[in-house]
């Protein structure tokens, strides 16, 4: 029912651009891997390249095990059975959900009881009959993942399938297919520009840029132990800060004696990893600049002395900080990412300040 | 650093990939087509060499033509903005009463093709017309009558039976606009012809270019109207010169320089079209109607009803008159069922040809956007522009040099109707088109349909309307069609549109009108449903 995926050196190109560069990626029977990043890093072209869209130009594409891509291979998309979830569902608009569902498997003798049990599975049964133009965009986007779900794809594929959904939808809708997909227990890729969407829902976290792959893992080890600075600086908010030019900021942002790694590398901060300051702890001097309430937190844009560019501070519940308040700010205690010519990782500790 | 609005990531385009050989054959035949043909005419017009073709062209008769085509276009254009503008407005922005009615009615002229137009008129106030006829024997008076020959004739014939292109197109232009815009106007302190002039003029030019380039064009190209009223423009000159002249290389000069001036025409208006800005606006609500106030409603009304009169109930009427006479007649029923027989089969095949050319067309020009694609798109467009007269003659000269066994046949007139009336088709399939989103059939393909299959539950299900819409609009102009027929049909064949032609010519009004009537009833529920309702109800949607 759910297939391995192995991706090897999987290139794509349009005319002269490379959208996918050389791309290894192996995906774990029953598990739901996001390929995140930002417009245009290949995370769609490399999609659409397991679905069998875009033909590779180089490298080989597996699928429980057969290929189905390479130089001398070419299974057509219609006979890979993958399911794909389409950016807006592409439900066909002269059919009725029930006719959407039923399209991929209407040569079955069970077209019928499948077609029931796959809209009942997304909570549509009762919307059978309507047409695509009258569900809400949350209802639509489930009829697709039922209509790609009904012939029981060993794998399904997602392209952006909550983008042209509001944020309250978003939330409910992601719920609703983690619990699908298990329920389904197929693979499943999902393809997002959304770094929260992707921390979320995802067992594994493929982050892309400019058509690589820079890192698989986790949602939490991507986010706490990115491999590179620019996987710091695509997921999640922060700022890297260039250690040693800036003296003993470090030393006095932590509040202690600390090894400064030096010029040439960075260090990652997360607006998260700086507090205010208690009476009596040390820190660093800074000065609000601007500030964007969202109800339950708050996110401030600081000026640090000594340090030219900006820091972001998250401070929690009622705000009474108002721009241009002075403020003490100090490192929280934790293992900082620190890099070095942007990939070479570093760790820096800083240790709960003693005598607070 | 990251922020989590980004936008959202854009599905990759199909441009750059290479667009497949079932859209780019069919499409390139289509264009060739059109293109070939044309060419030839320069080719032939060279034949009897440069001085040949100089010494047809700056002829006299040359210039008589020429003058007596643009003094036309200068005639018809201001009369149809005139007749257009006005009850363009009264029908979308007033509370005239009735106003849905009228706004139909006011269209309806378009029912009437333009050589029944000319017949209506010469018929109702010619010498030997039913208002003359009646003037001359209370009166005495036959002076009227000449106003239905001629330059006038030409000039009311064509004004009152073009106008509609520029109407339907300012109704929706003024269906469209935005009150917010009046209202803004209102709030900066302009008065009642302040907001005219600057708000609402300038929301009406492009509907007035469009327009007025679909009237200029159709005056250039016209040959039914000049050649029943005897106007001697271009076309008519061009055609006297195949039918009367052995040599045909003096009708292939003429034909380049009728080229040469729609051509002209058509890069004035890109020219002007550059100038202006365009002004769309996506309007919260409609319009609120202007209130006409007692003073003016009448004065509205009178002027919509001598509007339909001339468009409508003189055409009708007249046609209605001389049928009643005319069912009499012996043996009219034959040869009028003959004739409907050949303009429907012809105009059937048309239909079906064009629409399997221009579906490929589109979605080769919607789907894989290239300098090549757009450079054949516009060159099919190019049949349409041109004169049918040149076109059919186009063809004439190629297919009796190249292609000989072809010549006299209903395979080349049907060819001739497909080169004309293809980008009709084209352009109504384009919104079908653009909404068949390619992920339909990648979704359809990735739950395991086969390409064949996929055509047929997904693509051409989802192309329908515009199929229809295409092959429908079509179907109408190739049955309605006059100067290429005359120069393309095989001998002994007739169209309802030859048929009435020939009537007209010889005097026998009362031949024409059963024909007539047949057209116009046959045209008039597809016009209404392709071309009046969508025009009418554009600026609602």
Redesign the interface.
Known sequence: MSARVELDSVEVR??G?I?VDRVSLEVAPRSLVALVG???CG???LL?AI???ERPSAGSVRIDGVVVASESVWV?????????V???G?L???MTVAENVR??VRRRPDAEARTREVLDLVGLGALRARYPDELSGGQQQRA?LA??L??QPKLV?L??PF?GLDSALRQRIRADLQRILRDAGTTAVL?T????EALEIADVVAVMDHGRILQVATPPDVYESPASRHVA????????VACGLTGELLERLAGQPIADPGAGSWIFIRPEDLAIAAPGEKGADAVIESTRYFGHDALHRIRVEGLDCRLQLRTSGAVELSSGTAIRVRLRPKHYAVFRDGTERLELEVKEQSGA | ????A???????SRR??RAPLTYVLPSVAAAAAVVVPLIYVFVRALEGGARGWAAAVFSPLSAELLLNTLLLVAGVLPLTLVLALPTAWLVARTDLPGRRVWGVLAALPLVFPSYLAAFTLVAFLGPRGLLQGWLAATLGDRSLGEIAYGYSGALIALGFFTYPYVYLLAVAALRKSDPALEESARSLGAGAWRRFADVIVPQLVPSMRAGGLLVVLYTLSDFGVVSIVRYNTYTLGIYNAYRGLFDRTVAAALATVLIVLTLAFLALEVRLGRRSRPTRTRPSRPPAPLPLGRRWTPIALAWLTGLCAVGVGIPAGTIAWWAVRAFRADGIATWTAAAASGSLGTSLAAALIAVAFATPLALWAARHPSPLSRWIERIAFAGYALPGLVVALALVFFVTRALGFLYQTLALLIAGYVIRFLPEAVAAMRSSVA?L?P??E?????????PAGILR??TI??LRPGLLAGGGLVFLTAMKELPATLILRPTGFDTLATRIWTAVSELFYADAAVPSMLLVMLSAIPMYVLVIRPALAGGRS
Request: net charge negative; aromatic share 8%; hydrophobic share 35%.
């Open positions: 349009y005319g651009v959208a930002p417009s245009g995370k769609t072209s659409r679905a069998g869209f057509e998309p219609e006979r890979r059975a993958v399911g794909m389409f950016q807006e592409a066909f608009p002269h399209y991929g697709a209509r790609a009904a012939p594929l392209d952006e983008a393809v520009h959304d770094q929260q600086e695509l997921i999640g908010e922060g700022e890297s | 650093m990251t922020t989590g980004e936008a959202s990531t854009v599905a990759p750059g990939r909404a989103s992920s339909f990648d979704a359809a393909r990735s739950l395991g349909e086969r539950t997904i299900p989802l």
